[in-house]
């Protein structure tokens, strides 16, 4: 390997570790404040770019009809819930932020596909459109069992993958989608041919994860969702209401799940169900930093992203066994380093 | 119904198993040999999740591990199938082994998260090794035969796989029923408890994880014979979410679930192939994996114990039969009356600047029960904590019985004789009274995994099953040996506790506020079992702020205040002592 | 024990399925899965299909369709189901080369014929009784006539990149015998993942060997990834591949940079260049109208092709088979095994078929067809 190939690997293997970074953040956003491992994350990140692809065909995204259907669904179940409690007077309020709100990108979508459209229009609507779907599935899904274990959170969220892949099959069909760079151009940096997309990515990563820190650390949502991830209990009674800040959570996730999206379907060809692999090589890194640290999240990233890149130019064929096998030694060590903690878990 | 009956029926069962290639159509066979294969994986996948709390999406993987290796003593080898059954086994628990080593000291999700990621590792792996056929796989695997006699056909692995399935199920069923199989049933709901106990949950971790590793071993070499062909796509992850899929349909709690499960689950996924096509045509396929998951969504927001508990409650229940008094396990010579047996010196523990107990010291002596008091945040449960060994000290030393315990895990701590129960009562409620007892003398009893799957241990589990019903009697709870545990009311879960920690034998008691949440005549009766209990010569560490329980009961007390020790003394004289007024009550007792 | 017997009943009734005169076809292709994108290809074919002929004579063909979701075990199952339960005369499947070896083993186990539309080793039964044929054209084939036309192109070596799948691998090992017998050279075996987002790390090492041309192992759209990586690391050479790459998308995706890249293609895919004495024309355009009114699309893929040969081989062998034997018993299978391994000169779609006793492919490189690709449309090569 040459100096110059290595470069052109690092570079490669940052970009990847960017989309991993974003992912991997909206993973480590959600699991600290709601426990949930939210496994169909890729899942977003691939409709995200199923529907941006589809836009730019001039065809009407199948996520038209799954965001309304998942609007629909999350109604009924929250219209049920307030009659039964008696809380008539929060229909309209559950109407506007469940029915109303998650519907507006949707008709949009659904009256202007077809349409010649702009770049960022196009950008604009696919990432309204899927920002709703992660809360809606919370409401659907998860708040239902909200006190459960970590366990049965989790091996909820994998089977809602498998629920979201087997829709994303039904709605965009086998077929992988590539759309047009978001910007075609190459720049030469200290001798290294630099794609201009590459460099997007990069800059896209750095700002967003730099926005959700400003977010965290010096606003009052930040610090509600803060909170709510050290303490449930004690957040509800500061006057937080943790279903709340799920639901916040969950949209900031959607947003940089989006985001990636957006940002890789120029880069690679994307199929219904291209986002578990993407989410669990995110997953990786966020275990690399035991899914609680930011920063330790954005260095796990980074060091899949960098790890696959070299691993591919190795040895191609086992790169997938190199990334997902990273993490044996990565468990071996935390669990020699790890402090005698109470790790008491609930009972069931 | 009685045992003799219930075995009756399940013999009745097993002959109309025998007969059912007579009697079914072949490709009922073919569904009954997938679900005997896939409920062998799921066999173990209760063992580990649903008994032992252990969540692993990896099953497939060890199916796949030993699918392949069988295949390839077979095939690119060329040896026996009997060979190929010894090299999956083998392979299959040493990887295991090692793969449990690395994640099972983790946090639960840890372990789960890495188990779709090396189950993912794996996949990749087979499809890329070239002895192992790459992304097409291994063909032409040759059939199992005994004795010359092949079993290629469907009707005959049949019997081969539903035996290897009905000897599993009993074994498992053996071993969750002695002393390693309660230690595995106890593990869920955290580890202190177990470790108070005296049992290496970590130990039991393992071994429980290489058992599931076995059974998913047997699932996946009779795979690779009844299919003839190898290919990475059947143990994908995606089928190791099934196998849970089935578990949990089945009910996770339940050894029965797994077959169950895997029943009910291949059946479905049977007729949905045949009747959906006919509602939604064209996409039948990617119908099928949302209804799946909706499904699998939908048990697991409103059904979580799966089906096997309702059809248990159709089932005639057998009547337990109490354990007869016979024999007993050996007894320690409690140590001569007066002696200290444990000495702490100046202990101190710190959380981060707070000194929770600041260089404490005090003596036990044998045959007394000593009380050590101090108002709420005194630092007493902190002590506690350190004395069993469940908080690490930071200066100073413990000897118990002349021996030094200050670095030794918790476990050890209960093995050498100190036994405990917990402010917040840690019971197991699934667990009868009798059962939870018996958890106690797990430190004085030896049996391990095999000797209890295979009965051996029953002398042994005769004499502590007579121990365990001693010390119910003793504590007043003979006649609900057979209640669950969840079910007693609070006053009686502590007695309970108190019985499994007589059961340990132990040279010391410590209760960690053993009055709180009681009422009077509770209270009262404490007091007179504990009362009985030092007339036997056992000694008490009480920690309680109950000052007229602690008053009327001990022989001295130690006093803390604001992590030190303040004075202690006898009762009346430290009741007496200005300073514990004013620590107390400010001054007005 | 009520509750036993009840359940043993409900086991039983899975059992029903009572045996027919008619011909009974079991057709295995995947819909979901990632084999889905070929496998419905496959479907669409037999539609079209069954849309050309229903029949044989008056004799109308039963047909059931199952989907195995990619999965070689729902292979199995599904062959064993339309063997026992719906007693079929015939298998025809499957999408992925696993599932369709898979459901090989069960029809040489179950002693039923069986026409494979994946390119698969074909296995032989435990007695060497062969009851498999496999439709495509070899993978060996379709990259020997490649390997063969770089010959002619002058190429000395080449480099090769694929999928890391059963598809990879089959095109990696073909291309090897024919490199040896022409005295050229494969400077790498690289592979990727259908999911990969960048080839960059394999097209460095690629553009290290400085090859003389690039051999592609992908299919459709990520098969374009190669290409598209290549040009960007200044890759000026010529580009060969296999018929996956006839694919509407791996042009939309490709775009510009794909143009010109030489293909090997069932004589199918150009019907409508081919000069009207090729045997492909007639049939091929048969085919096109019974798929546009089967499935209301035009086609100009090659894999549903293959399912409509099948059905041709199979219409052909049944018509003799039914001289001698009743539909729905084992001497009618046998009989049709022996009809379709002594079919002779049957026309198809995509090639001239001839089976022969002991031989699982019937075809040979009249089959194949170069087409280079010009202005987004593939362009028959002589």
Redesign the interface.
């Given at each position: 390997m040459t100096g110059e190939?290595a470069a052109?690997?690092a570079v490669?293997g940052i970009?990847?570790g960017a989309?991993y970074l974003l992912i991997g953040l909206g993973l480590v956003l959600i699991f600290a404040v709601t426990r949930v491992?939210f496994v169909p994350f890729g899942d977003i990140a691939a409709f995200t770019a199923l529907s941006l692809a589809s836009l730019e065909t001039g065809t009407r995204p199948g996520t038209v009809a799954l965001v309304a259907g998942l609007a629909v669904l999350a109604t009924l179940i929250e219209c049920t819930a307030l009659v039964r409690a008696g809380a008539l007077s929060r229909l309209p309020r559950a109407l506007l932020f469940y029915l109303v709100l998650p519907l507006l990108p949707a008709a949009a979508v659904w009256l202007v596909a077809g349409m010649a459209l702009s770049m960022p229009v196009r950008i604009a609507l696919s990432l309204a459109l899927v920002l709703p779907i992660a809360p809606l599935l919370d409401r659907i899904?998860f708040r239902?069992?909200a006190d459960a274990?970590?366990?049965?959170l989790?091996?909820?969220a994998?089977?809602?993958?498998?629920?979201l892949?087997?829709?994303g099959?039904?709605f965009f069909?086998?077929?992988?989608?590539?759309t047009k760079p978001l910007v075609d151009a190459v720049f030469e940096v200290a001798g290294l041919?630099v794609?201009a997309q590459t460099l997007l990515i990069v800059v896209a990563a750095v700002v967003f994860s730099g926005l959700l820190f400003l977010v965290f650390e010096y606003t009052l949502l930040g610090k509600a969702l803060r909170a709510t991830a050290i303490n449930r209990t004690g957040a509800r009674l500061v006057g937080i209401r943790p279903a709340t800040t799920g639901t916040i959570a969950y949209l900031l996730a959607s947003l940089l799940a989006g985001i990636s999206g957006v940002l890789?379907a120029p880069?690679?060809?994307i199929?219904y169900?291209?986002g578990f692999?993407?989410g669990?090589k995110a997953?990786?890194g966020a275990?690399i930093a035991g899914?609680t640290s930011y920063p330790g999240t954005a260095l796990g990233s980074l060091l899949v992203g960098l790890l696959e890149?070299?691993?591919?130019?190795?040895s191609?064929?086992?790169?997938?066994?190199v990334?997902?096998?990273i993490?044996?030694p990565v468990?071996?060590w935390?669990?020699l380093s790890?402090a005698?903690t109470?790790?008491?878990?609930?009972?069931? | 119904m009685t045992a003799a009956q219930l075995r009756l029926a399940g013999l009745g069962a097993i002959v109309l198993l025998a007969f059912f290639p007579a009697i079914l159509s072949p490709f009922s066979i073919t569904l009954l040999n997938f679900i005997g294969i896939y409920a062998l994986a799921v066999l173990g996948l209760v063992l580990l999740t649903g008994i032992g709390?252990m969540?692993s999406?990896g099953q497939a993987a060890f199916v796949g591990i030993a699918a392949y290796a069988t295949a390839w003593v077979t095939v690119k080898q060329g040896y026996s199938p009997w060979l190929g059954l010894a090299l999956a086994l083998v392979l299959t628990a040493a990887i295991a082994a090692i793969?449990g080593g690395?994640?099972l000291?983790?946090?639960?999700?840890?372990l789960?998260?890495?188990t779709?990621?090396?189950g993912?590792?794996i996949y990749?792996?087979f499809g890329?090794l070239p002895m192992l056929g790459q992304f097409n796989g291994i063909s032409d695997i040759p059939p199992i035969s005994i004795a010359g006699f092949s079993l290629a056909a469907s009707q005959r692995i049949y019997y081969l796989i539903w035996i290897i399935l009905i000897v599993a199920l009993v074994l498992a069923a053996n071993l969750l029923g002695s002393r390693q199989g309660r230690a595995i049933r106890a593990l869920?709901?955290?580890?202190?408890m177990v470790e108070s106990l005296g049992i290496d949950p970590f130990r039991i971790k393992l071994v429980t994880f290489v058992l599931a590793a076995l059974l998913s071993a047997l699932s996946g070499w009779l795979y690779a014979h009844m299919s003839r062909f190898v290919s990475p796509a059947p143990f994908d992850v995606?089928v190791g979410?099934l196998y849970?899929?089935m578990a949990?349909v089945g009910g996770m709690g339940h050894l029965s679930g797994a077959v169950l499960g895997a029943t009910i689950v291949t059946l479905l996924r049977n007729s949905i192939q045949d009747y959906l096509p006919k509602i939604a045509f064209s996409?039948s396929g990617?119908?099928?994996?949302?209804v799946?998951?909706?499904l699998?969504?939908l048990l697991?927001?409103r059904a979580?114990g799966g089906l096997a508990p309702f059809a248990l409650r159709y089932l005639p229940r057998v009547q337990p039969t109490p354990p007869k008094l016979v024999g007993a396990l050996d007894h320690r010579r409690q140590p001569d009356r007066g002696t200290p047996i444990l000495a702490v010196s100046e202990a101190t523990r710190r959380f981060g600047g707070l000194v929770a107990v600041n260089s404490v010291s005090f003596e036990v002596e044998a045959g007394e029960i000593l009380g050590l008091i101090g108002p709420n945040g005194a630092g007493k449960t902190t002590m506690f904590n350190l004395i069993t060994g469940?908080l690490?000290l930071d200066q100073g030393r413990i000897a118990f019985l002349g021996r030094d315990i200050t670095h030794l895990p918790q476990r050890l701590i209960a093995r050498a004789g100190i036994a405990r129960t917990f402010q917040h009562v840690k019971l197991?409620?699934h667990m009868t009274l009798l059962d939870t007892v018996l958890l106690g003398t797990y430190g004085r009893t030896s049996s391990g995994f095999l000797g209890g799957a295979l009965l051996l241990d029953r002398a042994e589990e005769h004499r502590a099953e007579a121990e365990a019903m001693r010390q119910l009697q003793r504590v007043g709870l003979a006649d609900r040996a057979f209640d669950l545990a969840g079910n007693l009311p609070l006053g009686n879960q502590r007695l309970l506790e108190i019985a499994r920690a007589l059961a340990a034998d132990p040279a010391l008691l410590v209760l960690d506020e053993p009055a709180a949440g009681l009422r009077t005549a509770e209270k009262a009766e404490l007091t007179r079992l504990l009362q009985a209990l030092r007339a036997e010569g056992l000694t008490i560490l009480l920690v309680e702020h109950d000052m007229d329980f602690v008053m009327g009961l001990v022989d001295r007390t130690v006093v803390m205040d604001f992590g030190s020790k303040l004075c202690e003394g006898a009762p009346d004289a430290v009741r007496a002592d200005p300073r514990v007024q004013e620590a107390y009550l400010g001054g007005v007792v | 024990m009520r509750k036993i017997i009840a359940a043993a009943l409900a086991v039983a009734s899975l059992g029903v399925g009572a045996a027919q005169a008619e011909i009974t076809v079991g057709f295995v292709t995947s819909q979901?899965g990632?084999g889905?994108?070929i496998?419905?290809l496959y479907d669409r074919g037999m539609k079209a299909a069954v849309e050309y002929a229903s029949s044989i004579g008056t004799e109308k063909i039963k047909f059931i369709q199952l989907d195995d979701g990619s999965d070689p075990s729902a292979a199995t199952r599904n062959a064993r189901k339309l063997v026992e339960e719906n007693k079929v005369d015939l298998l025809i499947g499957t999408a992925t080369a696993p599932s369709t070896i898979a459901m090989a083993a069960v029809a040489n186990e179950l002693k039923v014929p069986m026409i494979a539309i994946s390119p698969i080793t074909v296995p032989a039964a435990d007695s060497g009784d062969r009851w498999v044929i496999a439709m495509p054209q070899p993978p060996s084939l379709m990259v020997k006539v490649v390997v063969d036309r770089m010959k002619r192109d002058g190429i000395k070596n080449f480099a090769y990149i694929g999928f890391?799948d059963a598809w990879g691998d089959l095109v990696y090992n073909g291309a090897q015998k024919p490199a040896e017998a022409n005295g050229m050279k494969i400077l790498t075996n690289?592979?990727?993942?259908?999911?990969?987002?960048?080839?960059?790390?394999?097209v460095?090492?690629i553009m290290?060997t400085k090859p003389d041309a690039v051999l592609l192992g992908g299919s459709?759209?990520?098969g374009?990834?190669p290409p598209l990586t290549l040009a960007?690391?200044g890759y000026k050479g010529p580009l060969y591949g296999t018929p996956a790459l006839l694919n509407a998308?791996f042009i939309r995706?490709g775009g510009k940079v794909v143009e010109g890249v030489l293909v090997s293609a069932g004589p199918v895919i150009v019907a409508e260049q081919l000069p009207d004495s090729h045997f492909s024309k007639k049939i091929s355009m048969d085919f096109r109208a019974a798929y546009q009114k089967a499935n209301g699309m035009p086609t100009t893929d090659g894999f549903s092709a293959y399912s409509f040969d099948a059905w041709l081989v199979f219409l052909d062998a049944a018509k003799r088979a039914m001289a001698t034997a009743k539909p729905g018993t084992p001497e009618f299978r046998t009989a049709l095994k022996n009809a379709i391994f002594t079919t002779k000169d049957l026309v198809g779609t995509h090639a001239i078929y001839n089976f022969k006793p002991g031989e699982s492919y019937g075809v040979d490189e009249r089959s194949l067809v170069l087409v280079r690709l010009a202005d987004g449309k593939w362009k028959y090569e002589p």
């Open positions: 190939i052109i690997l490669d970009a990847s989309i491992i899904v239902p069992i274990s970590v366990l049965l989790l091996t909820v994998v089977a809602l993958h498998f629920a892949s087997g829709m099959l039904l069909g086998p077929e992988g989608v590539r041919i794609n890789i880069v690679t060809t199929f169900d291209s692999l993407i669990l997953f990786v275990i899914m890149s070299y691993s591919s130019f190795w191609s064929a086992y790169k997938e066994v990334v997902f096998g993490l044996i468990l071996l935390r669990s790890m005698a109470d790790d008491e878990e609930t009972e069931e | 709390g969540l999406f793969l690395v994640t000291r983790l946090g639960g999700h840890f789960s998260l890495s779709i990621a090396w993912l590792a990749f792996l890329n869920r709901g955290g580890r202190i995606n979410i849970l899929l949990m996409a990617q119908v099928e994996v949302v799946f998951a909706v699998f969504i697991l927001q979580r469940a690490p197991r409620p | 979901s990632p889905s994108s496998g419905v890391s690289e592979r990727y993942a259908r999911t990969d987002t960048s080839v960059t790390g394999q460095l090492k290290a459709a759209t990520q374009a990834l960007e690391r998308d995706v």
